[in-house]
Every structure is written in structure tokens, then in C-alpha cells.
């Protein structure tokens, strides 16, 4: 079966909107790259000195060290107050201000002083949601790879509709199921090569973009409580100590659970088709529809989101909820989507098998 | 080895495409000769198990094909009547795929496909792709797929369309040349193909066998039907209109049309040893007008 998986995947690569898809998915990578993350980088220390890309990284990280470790009102007051000098020395002194922008600006009112909030109001009385570390590299990462991974999504549709209904177009289905191996294994053949292809792209865009920020920034934002990040997404209100490398890591779980998942989807949506353009808008409606619910704020609903796809690769909307307690074990929510979305890649297996094996040509 | 088809009927809404067809095949070469519609492509997909009928089965071995699945395609070659393929596969490519579908191991698998397209006279073109193929190359290419795990039972649905005639004389050939222990059902309008390589003949109409037979026995249903009648200038396009003409000869001044019909169309009508093609005429020039 491996041959057969091998000439699967072989169709699935040459077809050439795949290589433009993959062309752009990369383009688009560069593009968020260099002007949200590390190579955007500009920060001028207090002697007037400006450091630009990694080189600004060591500065930045200096910057942040006095305000380190767990988070009190004295840390915030300490903030505040050291931004407004930097702004009275220059705007762009203030500008990559990193303990500002991911805490002060929630200690300010609407004339931007001081709003009296204590710490302790705003993110409980639990230090380990207030542990404050240098975790740019992270907020980068968590800043602009959902929107990748969305835009990933969109191309695996595209790229993996024509899987059944190609077979069909075609007439080669003819051919395939009146083959000794056409009626089962050429099924779970195809299946397996999608998978394959998907753990290939995103695995290899979530590890080189990973590999990148561990490169520049290090390890040491990890043990960054997850509450204090603003600027990638809204974190506050996750309810139980998450610390910065924990949500990558679930991040990453989400993420490729997600983009395995959304292929299940694609490839049971194109084996029940009868053209591959039938298949890709089917597949679209199911990706992108949660997309458009996910304004509606009612818990339940998004409860229910949480476990799609298109809502898993934004990450903070899935590990929002509390954890789930189950026979005195708790885990976290964010687990249910994953393993949801495994049994969709298990589920795609016996679905496309039994639609391929029955279709009558 | 025996295929048999038991009450076989496949009906569309209101149309019946096969009209419960019982037939026993053993060994040998079957011509299924039919017009468009007749039912020959939706009998053989329900051969293969791609079509589901509606009564009847199919049992090979006097097994259900359904039931026996996988050990059923191991002994099955198919050509369809409209041959799906991978335009930026390359012909060796495509059979690779194929034999691997086929359960063919790797190194059997190049060793047959080389051969099959040495065969086909496709060797020199089998890192070409397939996009590039004429429809007789095409056609070939099929041809040689359906033969990649040597099928007990081959089915061919119009094999020869697109082919020129030295390719069909090939093609002929090399059914002629397949071993006497398989059951090889074709399909064709081309009468003469039957005619050169059928050990039996299956003649269809409306979803029905209406004969099954060896050439020569076939050709008795329309003994007395055929007449050579010569005709001149006008007369012959009241001829054309009037009968069933299946020749039309120019000879002079005069016109020589061979007519297939019950009655004798003129005084001086020549009666004539009747041909596979007449009896064609005799049974599907009704359809092809209602057509």
C-alpha cells in the first residue's frame, strides 16, 4: 500500500494550483514575518542608541528585566511611570515598549492615567496568572500564526477537494474500482496521503516559524503567565494558571489537530461529490460559517465553535473555557477539539472507504 | 470457469437499460453487437460491479461477484467506453499506478507494463504524458492496462473506437492471441471485428440478447433477407428511402444497392448470402432511426 499511497500524494502535488497555493501560503509567511515579528523589531535604549531586527532583541530584553518576575501594583505603577519618561524622550523610545504594551496599557483610563486597578483585581489573587517575563518572541509567534493557519486552511480545501471527486470527473474511477485494490485500499491510500500531505505543511510552517522564534528570543518568556499576554490575543480571561510555553505548546496541538481534522472534513466532503467544485464549496461553507458565528457571544455557541476547525487555530477562543473535570481529573478544554478532531481523521477513513466502494460509476 | 449472468435488469426510472439477460459464459471470445442504447455499457459496468442492477446477479465460479470482492477484480480487466486517465502521467506512470492497484508487485509491475506498452506500440512514447496522446494512442494505452494482471475476464467496451485499421488488425490480434482460458466479452459497432474474432456473438436490442450464437448461426435469422437489387438514376433514392440499404455501388450507368429486407423490394432482385453486417441492419436500423 505504500506504492499506492506514493502515486496518491504524487497527484495530489502535481497539480499546479497546489504549487501556487504553496508558493503563496509561503509568501504570506515572509510577509507576517517580517513585518510583525522579529525583522519589524526597532528599539532605541535610554542612551539614544537604536537596534534594529535581532539586534534590537537584547536591547528589548534589557529593557524589560527590572519589571521580572511576579506581578504587583508597584511593578505596574513602576511601568507607567518609566513609559511616560520614555515618551518625554522621544516617541520612538516609547514605541517597543514591551512590559507597556503587554500590562500597563490595562492600568490605564480613558484620559490615559492610572485607573486604581490593583493586580490583584484584575487577574486574581493566584500569583502564578501574574508570573511576568521577556516573552516578545512568543507574542510574535501567537500574534500572527493563527492568521497563517487560517489561510492554510483555505489552501489544504482547495488543494485536497479533488481527491474523491477528481476519480469521478475524470472517469478514472472506472478504471480504480474495477481493480483488485480500488474498492478499500485506494480509499484509506488517498486519506493517508492527505494527512500526510496536511502533517507535511503544517508541521513544517509551524516548526520553521517555531525553530525562528526559539533562534532569536530564546526560551526564557516561556514561563510567562499566559493572562499577562495582550497583544496576541485575548488571554486575560483564561481561568487557571497557563504559562507562555504551555500555550504554545497546546497552541501547536491545536493547530495541526485542526488542520488534520479539516482534511477528514475535505476528503469525506469530496467523496460524497460528484465534482471537485461541488466538494471545495461544501468544505468551504463547513470551514469558514463558524467563522462568521464566532461574533455571537453566547457561551453555548461558542462552546460549540471551539470544536471547529477554523475557531482551534485561534487558540485563546478554544483555552477561554474552564477546565473540564472529569472522575476528579481535570484537563484542560482545549483537549476535547483536539481529540474531536482526531476521531474526524479516523471517522474520514471508514466514511470515504464505504461512499468509494459503493459508488456506482 | 464460467461467468454467468442470472435474470440480469437494470431499469433507470422509466427506462429499462437491461431487460433480465440470462447468459452462461465460459472460455472464449463473446462479440456483444448492439446500436447506441441498446444497454451493451450498463450490462458490462454490472459485470465489472460497478453498476448495480436492479434484479438478477452475477456469479463467476458460481460465486456472487459482490461477495467475492476483492478475489472477483483479481481475475478482472476493464476498458470502459470512455477511458479516464491522468493527463500529466506519463504512460509507463499510469500503468505503474495501475498495476499497483492491481496488487501487482513493484518489480513484476515495471517488467509487465514495459511489455504491455512494447505491445501496444506505445514503448517509444512511455515518458510522454498522456495529455499528449492521439485517441488511438489513448485507446491503446487502455487497452494495455485492462491486460496488466493477465484477467481471466476481460471486458472491453468499444476497445477499437479511435483505433485506424492497421492498429485494429493489432488490436484484433491480440485478443485472437489470448489464451483460450478466458472469458473475453467486447463490445463494438464495427461489425467486422466480430466478425474476425467473436467465437460468439451477442446480439443486444432494448436491454434484451435477442441472439447468441457463432457467427455463421447468427447470420441464419436473416437467410432470405438480403437482395442485391440494381437500380437506376432517381430510383435509387426511393430505394434509399423506402428500405433498409446497407451498400450502395456504382456500376456505370447503374447503381447496385444490397437491400436487407423481409419482402423482396423488385422483380428483379437478386437474393444473397447475408453477412453479419446486414443482420446489423436487419435489427438496429429501427433504433438508430428512433434515435
Known amino acids: 500500500m505504500s506504492r499506492l499511497i506514493g502515486f496518491e500524494l504524487e497527484k495530489i502535488c502535481r497539480r499546479k494550483i497546489v504549487w501556487a497555493g504553496l508558493v503563496a501560503l509561503i509568501g504570506l509567511n515572509l510577509v507576517f514575518y517580517i513585518f510583525t515579528a522579529m525583522p519589524s523589531m526597532g528599539v532605541m535604549n535610554d542612551q539614544g542608541g537604536y537596534s534594529k531586527g535581532a539586534g534590537a532583541i537584547a536591547v528589548d530584553r534589557e529593557l524589560t528585566k527590572p519589571y521580572e518576575g511576579v506581578l504587583t501594583d508597584d511593578t505596574v505603577k513602576q511601568i507607567l511611570l518609566d513609559h511616560q519618561e520614555k515618551i518625554e524622550k522621544t516617541d520612538f523610545y516609547a514605541r517597543m515598549d514591551y512590559a507597556y504594551d503587554s500590562v500597563g496599557k490595562l492600568f490605564l483610563d480613558e484620559t490615559g492615567n492610572y485607573n486604581g486597578l490593583s493586580v490583584k483585581e484584575l487577574y486574581g489573587a493566584d500569583s502564578s496568572h501574574r508570573e511576568f517575563h521577556y516573552a516578545r518572541g512568543e507574542q510574535q509567534f501567537l500574534g500572527y500564526m493563527p492568521m497563517l493557519l487560517l489561510v492554510m486552511g483555505y489552501f489544504l480545501i482547495v488543494a485536497l477537494s479533488p481527491v474523491f471527486s477528481d476519480e469521478y470527473m475524470r472517469g478514472t474511477d472506472a478504471l480504480i474500482l474495477t481493480s483488485k485494490m480500488g474498492k478499500k485500499q485506494c480509499a484509506i491510500s488517498k486519506v493517508t496521503a492527505s494527512l500526510i500531505f496536511t502533517a507535511v505543511v503544517a508541521g513544517v510552517v509551524i516548526l520553521v516559524n517555531w525553530l525562528l522564534m526559539v533562534l532569536f528570543f530564546g526560551t526564557e518568556g516561556w514561563s510567562m503567565s499566559i493572562q499577562l499576554e495582550m497583544t496576541a490575543g485575548d488571554y486575560s480571561g483564561v481561568p487557571y494558571a497557563m504559562t507562555m510555553g504551555q500555550t504554545i505548546i497546546y497552541a501547536v496541538l491545536l493547530w495541526m489537530t485542526a488542520m488534520c481534522g479539516l482534511t477528514g472534513i475535505v476528503v469525506i466532503c469530496s467523496s460524497f461529490a460528484k465534482s471537485s467544485f461541488m466538494a471545495l464549496i461544501t468544505a468551504l461553507l463547513i470551514y469558514t460559517i463558524p467563522l462568521t458565528l464566532s461574533s455571537l457571544s453566547f457561551e453555548w455557541l461558542q462552546r460549540i465553535l471551539s470544536f471547529m476547525p477554523v475557531i482551534m487555530s485561534t487558540v485563546g477562543s478554544v483555552l477561554q473555557f474552564p477546565l473540564v473535570e472529569l472522575g476528579g481529573f481535570a484537563f484542560n478544554f482545549g483537549c476535547l477539539p483536539m481529540l474531536t478532531m482526531v476521531a474526524v481523521c479516523i471517522l474520514s477513513f471508514v466514511v470515504t472507504k464505504r461512499v468509494f466502494r459503493r459508488k456506482m460509476v | ?291
Not at chain 2, 23 to 29: C, E, N, R, S, V
Not at chain 2, 49 to 58: E, K, L
Not at chain 2, 108 to 115: F, I, V
Not at chain 2, 236 to 247: F, I, K, L, M, P
Open chain 2, 1 to 291: 470457469m464460467e461467468l454467468y449472468l442470472n435474470h440480469i435488469s437494470k431499469v433507470y426510472d422509466t427506462k429499462t437499460a437491461v431487460d433480465d439477460v440470462t447468459l452462461k459464459l465460459g472460455p472464449g471470445i463473446y462479440g456483444l453487437l448492439g446500436a447506441n442504447g441498446a444497454g451493451k455499457t450498463t450490462l458490462m459496468r454490472i459485470i465489472c460491479d460497478i453498476q448495480q442492477a436492479t434484479g438478477g446477479r452475477v456469479e463467476y465460479d458460481h460465486e456472487d461477484i459482490t461477495g467475492l470482492g476483492e478475489e472477483y477484480r483479481n481475475v478482472l480487466g476493464y476498458l470502459p467506453q470512455h477511458f479516464g486517465y491522468y493527463p500529466d502521467f506519463t504512460a509507463y506512470k499510469f500503468m505503474l499506478y495501475l498495476a499497483s492497484l492491481k496488487g501487482l508487485s513493484k518489480g513484476y509491475a515495471k517488467e509487465k507494463s514495459l511489455q504491455l506498452l512494447e505491445e501496444v506500440g506505445l514503448m517509444e512514447v512511455r515518458n510522454k504524458k498522456i495529455k499528449t496522446f492521439s485517441g488511438g494512442m489513448l485507446q491503446r494505452l487502455g487497452i494495455a492496462q485492462a491486460l496488466l494482471n493477465d484477467p481471466l475476464v476481460m471486458v472491453l467496451d468499444e476497445p477499437t473506437v479511435g483505433l485506424d485499421p492497421k492498429e485494429r488488425v493489432k488490436f484484433r490480434n491480440m485478443i485472437s492471441s489470448l489464451s483460450s482460458d478466458k472469458i473475453v466479452i467486447f463490445s463494438t459497432h464495427i461489425v467486422s471485428d466480430i466478425e474476425y474474432i467473436a467465437d460468439q456473438i451477442l446480439v443486444m436490442k432494448s436491454g434484451r440478447i435477442m441472439h447468441q450464437g457463432r457467427p455463421e448461426e447468427i447470420t441464419k435469422e436473416v437467410e432470405g433477407k438480403v437482395w442485391e437489387c440494381r437500380v437506376q438514376g432517381k430510383e435509387v433514392d426511393r430505394y434509399v428511402a423506402e428500405y433498409n440499404v446497407g451498400n450502395l455501388k456504382h456500376e456505370g450507368s447503374d447503381t447496385v444497392l444490397r437491400i436487407v429486407s423481409d419482402e423482396k423490394p423488385m422483380e428483379e432482385a437478386i437474393q444473397v448470402a447475408p453477412t453479419l453486417e446486414d443482420l446489423y441492419l436487419y435489427y438496429f436500423e429501427e433504433a438508430g432511426e428512433e434515435q
